[in-house]
């Protein structure tokens, strides 16, 4: 395999961990950033870890490319991706970082009839 593209997967799946170790309520969405390394792989035939078979609940000695097919599921019915700062869990938006928006002269709403 390319050691490009290992090296991005053996990242994600580093990263992987990290977002799994998130309690689903909890949990960003599936970042964008995966899919790269899920598709470089995803011809790959070669056995994978074992643990990166584990973490995505595959079987051992299952493929690079069963992981990719596995990782591109998480992202089928996702409708959103997250900010870098939501990655892994969830940013909480606290009321003092919350601002008004105020019309400014340049739109139409700030001049009413």
Known sequence: MNQAASLQFERMMDELV???????DERSPAPAWWWGP????LDTHEPMRQVWCRELGLDDGSSFAEGAHVLITLFAEQTSLPWPDDFPRKAEIRDEDVRELHPQPSDDSAFQP
């Open 38 to 41: 899920a598709m470089a792989v």
């Open 18 to 24: 990290l977002w799994h170790a998130v309690p689903e």
